[in-house]
Structures are given as structure tokens and as C-alpha cells.
């Protein structure tokens, strides 16, 4: 079975070519990181990443930056484990698949071992495609990984995760789950929570609240997170899958994290009357 893009000519370019010059110019212009990822790092231990979601010429620049941070933290095999909030309402509360995802550069393959032992041990987990068929926040993250592979610095599986279900005892339990099968499995392991940050809001009001978001996952407390998300009325919306992130990411020894990049849409059309926040972060 093929899991078939949605997202191409929408959030990101449907030709193939178009595609790379677009994942290029994120990592060049100036809101991005000012380089390509050159070489292969090392795997040496897991890495947590938070990364946007949105169009390419939106949130692709701050995107740019959690993917050449990866660069320099893998080599060979990683099992991905991408975490996205269900925007579409369909299937299941909390979701895997173990389609292969087809997208402009090619098709990825899923790690069918972690896939298989992820929901059948995970209790508020289904094997279930409806609620990928639709949903964005999963897909846009990979081909920025298959431009990786093409630069030759690794070669990922992936497991998808949609969470429409995103009480912190549910998120907490996503993490846990990840975290033992990730151990017991032996794989390198990256875990990629897909999620934007404040939603249209003016750009003063935007950026303090994601300042009290991006504190709260810098410091790799998911409980707080949770609090602050629901007592402060901030709209990210993947709050769920940052939590089963930072758990997962604890559980297996994380201790350091940094912020890598931060911005919102305004800062790409000079509108700053209702805004999108970024936030790329990473966890190891």
C-alpha cells in the first residue's frame, strides 16, 4: 500500500526539481540557517526535534534549521519517529500506518518491526490510515529528510504517528511506548514532534505566548507545557506530540536541549497583525 502526498503543490512544490531549489533556498535565505548540510555526522544517541508544519515559504526556513542540526547527529540507519496533530478530524484518536508515504522525491520506506510493536503494545494506539490519508503535519517533514538521503548522510524508515487525542495521560503514555520499543528494538532512534506554535495572533501577543512554550520545552518539562498551553489560551497545535516527544526523550537520557530557530509568518510578509509562530528546537 501507498500512502499518496496531499501536501505537494499546496504546502510545498509537486515537481520534483521545484522541490529540491525550494528545500535548498530554506536552508540559504536569510531566515534560515545560512548553510546546507554538508557530511555525515555520528549517531550517538537519540535526538528530539520540534519542527513547523506549514508552507514551505512560511515555516521552511526554521524547518531548515532542525534538519541540519539532525545532519550532523546521524549516519546510516535512523528509524524516524514523526509525531503530527491531527488537523482533519478523521480515524482514529491516536494513529499509526505502515503504508510506504510517496512523496515528488520518492517514496519512504516505514519501520514495519517498530510500526508493528508500537500499537499492538500501546493501549490508546490503532493501526489505522484514515486519520494519515488527509493530514499534512506528518508529510511535510519528509522530504526534507529524503533531501538528506540524497545528500548521502543517512537513510530513514519512519514511524507516523497522528494524534487527534492530546490529554497529557495520552501523549505521556505515545512517549513511553517509544521510548521502550526504541530501547528493546536497539534502534537509532529520531523523534520529530511536528507542531506550530501560536496561531494568528498579533505578532506582541504571538510571541509571548510561544516564549512561554519554547521555556517550558527547553526545559523538558511536558507537564508544565500541558498547563501553560491550556491556562495561557495558546493555539499550537501539536502540543501532544511535543509532550510524547520530550517523554520519550527523557525515558531514553536526554538532558541537554536548545532553541535553533524562531519566527513567525509575519516575518516573511511583513504582516504582523495575525501571525503563525515557529519553533525549531532540539532534544538529545
Known amino acids: 500500500m501507498v500512502r499518496y502526498p496531499i501536501a505537494a503543490g499546496m504546502f510545498y512544490p509537486a515537481d520534483p526539481n521545484e522541490l529540491i531549489e525550494m528545500i535548498e533556498h530554506c536552508y540559504l535565505q536569510p531566515l534560515g540557517p545560512g548553510l546546507l548540510p554538508s557530511k555525515k555526522g555520528i549517531f550517538e544517541k537519540p535526538v528530539g526535534l ?3 508544519h506549514a508552507g514551505y515559504p512560511y515555516s521552511g526556513p526554521v524547518a531548515a534549521y532542525s534538519y541540519e542540526a539532525l545532519s550532523k547527529r546521524v549516519d546510516n540507519n535512523i528509524t524516524v519517529v514523526i509525531l503530527g ?7 482514529s484518536g491516536v494513529s499509526t500506518m505502515n503504508d510506504i508515504w510517496r512523496t515528488p522525491l520518492g517514496d519512504v520506506e516505514p519501520d514495519i518491526e517498530f510500526i508493528d510493536r508500537l500499537w499492538k503494545e500501546c493501549d490508546v494506539m490503532d493501526l489505522d490510515e484514515t ?5 499534512h503535519s506528518i508529510e511535510v517533514q519528509l522530504p526534507f529528510l529524503q533531501h538528506l538521503e ?20 495520552t501523549a505521556a ?6 521510548a521502550k520499543i526504541a530501547r528493546e528494538l536497539n534502534k537509532k532512534v529520531v523523534i520529530i514532534a511536528s507542531s506550530d506554535f ?6 506582541e501577543v504571538a510571541s509571548k505566548k510561544d516564549a512561554i512554550v519554547m521555556k ?15 491556562s495561557n489560551n495558546i493555539s499550537m497545535c501539536g502540543c501532544g506530540p ?9 525515558l531514553l537520557g536526554a538532558k541537554n536541549s536548545r532553541l535553533l530557530s524562531y519566527s513567525t509568518s509575519g516575518d516573511v510578509t511583513g504582516d504582523y497583525s495575525s501571525v503563525v509562530g515557529y519553533g525549531s528546537i532540539v532534544i538529545e
Open 50 to 52: 520540534v519542527c513547523p
Open 85 to 91: 496533530p491531527n488537523h482533519t478530524g478523521l480515524g
Open 131 to 135: 486519520a494519515h490519508i488527509r493530514e
Open 150 to 169: 540524497l545528500l548521502n548522510i543517512a537513510k530513514f524508515k519512519i514511524v507516523p504517528i497522528s494524534m487527534m487525542m492530546q490529554d497529557y495521560e
Open 198 to 203: 501560536s496561531h494568528y495572533e498579533p505578532q
Open 216 to 230: 517550558d520545552i527547553l526545559n523538558m518539562n511536558e507537564e508544565e507545557l500541558f498547563t501553560d498551553v491550556a
Open 173 to 178: 503514555d505515545v512517549g513511553y511506548f517509544i
Open 242 to 250: 511535543v509532550i510524547a516527544m520530550i517523554k520519550a526523550m527523557k
